[in-house]
């Protein structure tokens, strides 16, 4: 087995001194890209000075902010062509009327005119995006990599390893990078059985059909510089041998690859599972919503329902067929159940011989109201506003069982077909194996610190991680707000404990809290900055627009940003998409 904390080596890039400074060679390249492109801009803005100067700055910027890729061209070129579409609103319709003293307007006729600059936008950055990489192989052709000098150092003294490519985890690698920026004796590992970070807050918009599944991916190894990244599903794990056991991709021989993976310092951010309460039937017949695989499968189930119910003429045959069930209120349940009344009720134009009353949408929850999370305030407006949709509730009612087309209650049966899953999660199920404390969640108790008493070197926290603040006392929710504030205490206290410097305790404040009900309405509920007793609320459009800006805002990378951005203006003007993707049984 191969056991990677042995004495190896491993290549270090030193700058040479006749090396261009890469900020200065970058911004060249994007300066001499951007007034190539800006060609486009100087014919249909009706302002040739200020399109070449609008196209230089803009390419210059655009090169300064992304690291060059190569050869990667047809992927750019999409990017860029997705990029002119805001830029054309922000400059042409919004900023260029502003400064030349009008007010933007949104009519028929002044959108026209604007047309040929949004043909010019969309041509600037499609060309912009594939002169600009382009530019940059040739430099490096000819003037050679940015950094051309490799310096041969020893194996690193201390070998920090984190488990789990979630927020939490990926996080953590992120800030350790910062952290340990000067200290080359470290070397930091990343170990995820999926190759990308999902964006778990605009899952129900992939499972509704309003985004792109790859679009709320961001791949872990173009996100983290430093950090060596491992695909592998994590075995097992030894504290006192202070190793991990790996299995890898399988071989080309069908055999899957065994590793040991030593470490010094061990992070746990193995994340959730769902937790089906000891119900074998539901865990067998529903469908869980965790990853984006489960996202898609839903999509393309209720695809295949109404294909079904539109064939078949007996209606009570068909109603099972157009009936949903979503288990749990929280956010997960109340957004994946609007997504999907959304989506029903969109596509039934497609299917004529369907009608809207037939189409059910159930929300079951066990409590007295939805969202618990929320204000009460809010989740009655939610509730009401969902409702009048056609959303139906069950409340105080708990998921007793379910059957083949069938789903069982305490209080009731439902006929349907698709039952879906979001009322529990438990933690990793690998953190059972280990002999350490854990809370009645099964979730591993932590420090202050974000340590685990009694083991040195081992640190956890996310999800699976029973995480107290220091200042308050309270626990903190395993939600990926917490989990990012967690993953930056814990970098400055590993990097702090690897320098003999002292930890300080995690504190952090929550925020607030954000939930799309669907339909272009939403519940926010913000602290205010200053005083974190109080907080403001927002419902309907203004929320829906907050919680679009910032969830987009927080969306790891500007092509990821770029792409749903440009999945969102499509989806204004375009009915949702009803192709199933692929046929998963």
């Known amino acids: 087995m191969d056991v990677p904390c042995s004495a190896t080596t491993r290549w270090l890039a030193l700058p040479d001194d006749n090396d261009v400074n890469p900020y200065i060679r970058r911004a060249t390249i994007g300066i001499l890209a951007g007034a190539l492109c800006s060609t486009a801009l100087a014919f249909t803005l009706g302002r040739p000075v200020l399109g070449v100067l609008l196209g230089t700055v803009l390419g210059a910027f655009y090169a300064l902010s992304l690291r ?29 009327p502003v400064f030349g003293g009008q007010m933007p307007e949104w009519s028929a006729e002044q959108m026209r005119g604007h047309f040929p600059a949004l043909v010019g936008w969309v041509l600037y950055g499609a060309v912009l995006t594939i002169i600009s990489p382009w530019l940059s192989d040739w430099a490096g052709a000819i003037l050679g990599p940015e950094v051309e000098v490799r310096a041969e150092v020893p194996s690193p003294a201390k070998r920090i390893v984190i488990l789990g490519g979630g927020f939490a985890g990926m996080k953590t690698a992120q800030c350790l990078e910062q952290e340990l920026e000067k200290n080359v004796s470290a070397h930091i590992t990343l170990v995820s059985d999926t190759n990308a970070l999902l964006f778990t807050p605009m899952l129900a918009e992939v499972a509704g059909s309003s985004l792109e599944p790859s679009h709320i991916s961001t791949p872990l190894r173009s996100s983290l510089h430093r950090t060596e990244f491992i695909r592998a599903r994590t075995t097992g794990i030894d504290l006192e041998r202070r190793c991990v056991l790996l ?71 068909r109603a099972p067929l157009l009936t949903f069930v979503i288990a749990g209120g929280g956010f ?230 770029i792409r749903v951005l440009f999945d969102w203006t499509v989806e204004l003007f375009f009915p949702r998409d009803i192709v199933q993707t692929i046929d998963l049984k």
Request: hydrophobic share 45%; aromatic share 6%.
């Open 247 to 317: 299995e890898g991709i399988a071989s080309t021989d069908g055999t899957p690859e065994a590793r040991v993976l030593g470490y010094d310092h061990l992070v746990l951010a193995l994340g959730s599972v769902s937790n089906y309460l000891g119900m074998g039937s539901v865990e067998k017949l529903a469908f869980n919503f965790k990853s984006l695989l489960d996202a898609i499968r839903i999509r393309n189930h209720v695809i295949e329902m109404f294909e079904h119910a539109d064939r078949e003429p007996d209606p009570l045959l």
């Open 68 to 96: 060059p890729t190569r050869r990667a061209y047809a992927d750019n070129f999409m990017t860029g062509a997705a990029l002119g579409v805001p830029l054309w609103a922000l400059v042409s319709v919004i900023a260029l």
């Open 332 to 561: 997960a349940g109340v957004e994946l159940a609007g997504a999907l009344n959304d989506f029903a009720r969109g596509i039934l134009a497609d299917y004529p011989n369907l009608g809207p009353k037939e189409v059910r949408v159930v929300l079951v929850h066990s409590r007295d109201r939805i969202l618990p999370e929320l204000s009460e305030s809010l989740a009655h407006y939610a509730q009401g506003k969902m409702a009048e949709r056609g959303v139906e509730f069950r409340l105080n009612a708990r998921l007793a069982d379910a059957k083949p087309g069938i789903v069982i209650l305490n209080d009731g049966e439902i006929p349907a077909k698709t039952l879906v899953w979001t009322a529990g999660t438990a933690p990793s199920t690998l953190v059972k194996s280990l002999n350490v404390e854990k809370d009645k969640r099964g979730a591993v108790r932590v420090d202050a610190n974000l340590a685990i008493p009694g083991q040195p070197g081992l640190w956890a926290l996310g999800d699976c991680a029973a995480v107290t603040d220091a200042k308050s006392s309270n626990p903190c929710p395993p939600t990926a707000q917490f989990a990012l504030r967690e993953a930056q205490a814990l970098a400055k206290n590993l990097a702090a404990d690897l320098a003999g410097r002292p930890l300080k305790g995690f504190h952090f404040d929550s925020l607030g809290a954000l939930c799309v009900i669907g339909h272009q309405t939403a519940c926010a509920e913000l602290t205010v900055p200053f005083n974190r007793t109080r907080s403001l609320r927002f419902s309907g459009l203004l929320a829906w627009l907050m919680w679009r800006g910032i969830y987009l805002a927080k969306l790891p990378g500007l092509e990821r940003k």
